[in-house]
């Protein structure tokens, strides 16, 4: 009997077991764990230990967008693992000039360079370290509710959370408010919200604090822990424009909306704006740790002269840039922007049904199959209720649909959706159904 057959004998801890082996061995890094012991994942359905079987309305942490255990990935993985996984980070490999080549084929001029690195946070990191070297400068701006990363520049710009009891952040981070149309704070004659005169005021204060070092804005084109806001139309060009004006760059986050989740390859294009600096990860490794620095050759080289140092253990690997090419391989294949157009309009249309039938249903929004639904007590005020967001979210994961909720001050509970672009409409609909009973369970149990 070889060591692996033998191991592969061993019977599995029992549920009392595993729980006691986490709260003696884990450290505790963000809410509570999910009351679940998962032994597998395919498709859009991941398997518990007790043999429930959970639809993933969050594709993993918002990353699977081709489903679990996609047959092309799996194959991808299993030839590239036996052939080059890692090397040292000075050399390259046919897959990651192939990756860099293809991601930029897919984006608007001048955008043409690619870093290849591990998550989002790197990214992050790794572009905000560019713009300040680049221009010279140190100051970042960053939405009211954005969440870039937990490592430190990236956690500096991270508004939503994790920012008490660590000491100081990166000197220089500036927020500005999140243009929220369904809780207005700069309002025109009809109650609407004036984001114009909101961004205008917003930089009138970026100008009376900075100390002229301003380096870059970096901001999500849909905030995703922020409760799933979309700025309004036009918002993101006079942003670039108040970048302009100051000789800031403007840094795209998209960790969630980039490739094909919001109906385009990327959530910027409805804008109409081409970003400095684009960042790409979750989405582009399909669950896998892959992400991507993208900018432009003249900004690519003014770095480089300045001596742009970014050299990490798991830059540039073939085995996760060899999946990142699968994965625009069946993008492109399977025209997943348009499915998830498609896809998109169906659970929006649904979340409107399940909005006509509960009250407590205050605001639908999000593109394609990228959707926040709020939760409030009361309608016409507005008033959120943090435990109708907590008790919706677990009766869900009782009734066999994981789903994630946001909750943050002054606002209701979020329900964040954003199952794959592989999903059916059938399994949809049972996520839809599943939702509508857990909101009138737990309306009923307030």
Not at 15 to 33: C, I, K, T
Not at 178 to 191: H, L
Not at 304 to 328: C, I, K, M, Q, S
Request: net charge negative.
């Amino acid at each position: 009997m070889t060591a692996s057959t033998a191991a592969s004998t061993v019977a599995a801890p029992s549920a009392d077991a595993f729980w006691s082996d986490a709260e003696r061995h884990l450290v505790r890094y963000g809410p509570q764990f999910t009351p679940e012991i998962i032994e597998r994942a395919a498709g859009s359905f991941v398997y518990s230990a007790d043999g429930r079987k959970i639809l993933d309305f969050t594709s993993g942490q918002m990353s699977a967008i081709l489903g679990h255990s996609h047959p092309e990935i799996v194959a991808t993985v299993q030839r590239q693992v036996a052939s080059l996984d890692h090397l040292f980070s000075g050399m390259l490999s046919r897959p990651v000039v192939d990756l860099a080549r293809r991601l930029a084929e897919t984006l608007p001029a001048p955008l043409e360079k690619a870093l290849l690195l591990t998550t989002g946070a790197e990214s992050n990191e790794a572009a905000i370290r560019m713009a300040k070297l680049v221009t010279g400068g140190h100051e970042i701006v960053s939405f009211a509710r954005s969440w870039h990363g937990m490592t430190q520049a990236a956690a500096s710009a991270t508004y939503s959370a994790g920012r008490k009891g660590y000491g100081p952040g990166a000197p220089g981070n500036f927020a500005i408010p999140v243009p929220n149309s369904y809780r207005p704070d700069f309002t025109a004659e009809d109650g609407s919200l004036d984001w114009r005169r909101q961004l205008d005021c917003a930089f009138d204060l970026i100008d009376a604090q900075s100390t002229g070092s301003l380096a870059a804005c970096l901001v999500e084109p849909i905030l995703s822990s922020g409760g799933i806001i979309e700025p309004p139309a036009g918002y993101f060009a006079a942003l670039k424009a108040k970048c302009r004006e100051r000789g800031m760059l403007l840094i795209l986050d998209e960790a969630q909306t980039g490739l094909c989740r919001t109906g385009t390859w990327y959530a910027f294009e409805r804008d109409g704006v081409v970003p400095d600096i684009l960042t790409l990860s979750k989405t582009l490794g399909a669950g896998l740790p892959l992400a991507a620095v993208v900018t432009s050759a003249e900004i690519e080289q003014e770095a480089y002269e300045r001596g742009y140092l970014f050299f990490t253990t798991h830059v540039a690997d073939p085995l996760v840039a060899a999946v990142g090419n699968t994965v625009l391989d069946v993008l492109t294949a399977d025209k997943l922007d348009e499915r998830a157009r498609s896809l998109g309009a169906f659970l929006h249309q649904g979340l409107a049904d399940l909005a006509a039938r509960h009250p407590v249903v205050g605001d639908i929004r999000g593109r394609g199959l990228l959707a926040g639904l709020e939760l409030v007590a009361d309608r016409e005020t507005k008033e959120h209720s943090s435990e109708l967001g907590a008790q919706v979210t677990r009766r869900c994961l009782e009734l066999g649909l994981h789903m994630n909720i946001v909750q943050l001050p002054g606002m209701g509970g979020v329900l964040r959706m954003a199952p794959p672009l592989t999903a059916t409409e059938e399994e949809l609909s049972l996520g839809l159904s599943i939702l509508d009973q857990a909101i009138t369970d737990a309306s009923a149990a307030l």
